[in-house]
């Protein structure tokens, strides 16, 4: 089955998910959804990888989705016969995470693709990068996060543009609206995202897993409650032996070191 899982060399706490099928612009049949969502589920209950990069084989495409000709086929023929399918696409969409999870899009990222992307925490792209939900050209919708995840990442005029006439904007303009957070040169972007979430790794785990909760709770709540849960998660966190352990290291000018507990 072609995702390949690998740990980064150099930090195993580093994980590297690749959509390898470049022959189908990294699309995703059946098999290869089931076996990316697996791949996703592994490393949420892995014990020692804390970050990921979820990328595309190739030098032009990270994804173009789900297959048109197999995956979709075989979803609406079993919607159009009454069933209640659930729509779990790459993992993504059924799947509450806690670890931080980065993408580096190394070409088009379109309908399905963007919205693997979009369920990142933090993308990064080459120039060469496209973004786009073409799904209204194909007389579907985005279902697996599009209609929500881009309005909240981009101003909504442009996700409304995005969606409803499903053509794509390029890595600059992607930039410009915050889409991504920074435009790397492809020979480049892999080492680059592992670099970064190397450094996220290096971070306290249970401060990151309950920073990136707050950020993602607090989008949906009134600014009170949202302060008042930050508080009590600032309360959980100060309680751990991590966090005796961080000013200890600052103090003693040494690296930290982390137990998760």
């Known amino acids: 089955m072609a995702i390949r899982v690998e740990s980064d060399p150099a930090d195993p706490r580093v994980a590297v998910l690749t959509i390898d ?47 048109l ?26 799947v509450e995470r806690a670890k931080p999870l980065i993408a580096a899009v190394n070409g088009h990222a379109l309908a ?5 992307a979009l369920a990142c925490d933090i993308r990064l792209c080459s120039p060469n990068a496209t973004f786009g939900l073409a799904e209204t050209k ?14 909240r990442a981009v101003p909504l005029g442009l996700a409304m543009e ?13 930039y410009r609206t915050g889409l991504v957070n920074r435009v790397v040169p492809l020979p480049e972007l892999l080492d680059v995202a592992v670099g970064l979430a190397r450094g996220i790794a290096d971070r306290g785990p249970l401060a990151v897993r309950e920073a990136r909760a707050r950020v993602l709770d607090g ?11 930050e508080h009590e998660a ?7 032996d991590d966090a005796l352990e961080g000013p200890a290291a600052f103090a003693e000018k040494r690296a930290p070191r982390y137990r998760g507990r």
């Open 112 to 116: 399905g693709g963007l919205e693997m």
């Open 162 to 174: 995005m969606i409803l006439s499903g053509e794509p904007i390029d890595a600059a303009e992607a």
């Open 21 to 67: 099928r470049p022959d189908a612009r990294n699309a995703l049949d059946p098999e290869h959804q089931e076996a990316l969502g697996a791949a996703v589920a592994a490393f949420e209950a892995s014990d020692e990888q804390l970050v990921a990069v979820l990328t595309g084989a190739g030098e032009t495409t990270f994804s173009a989705g789900a297959d």
């Open 219 to 229: 989008l949906g709540l009134e600014h009170a409650e949202a302060m008042a849960r």
């Open 138 to 151: 194909w007389a579907i919708i985005p279902g697996a996060g599009g209609t929500v995840r881009l309005p």
């Open 234 to 240: 600032f309360l959980r966190v100060m309680r751990t």
């Open 69 to 94: 000709k197999r995956l979709i086929p075989a979803y609406r023929d079993r919607v159009r016969a009454g069933e209640d399918v659930p729509w779990n696409f790459g993992g993504f969409t059924a």
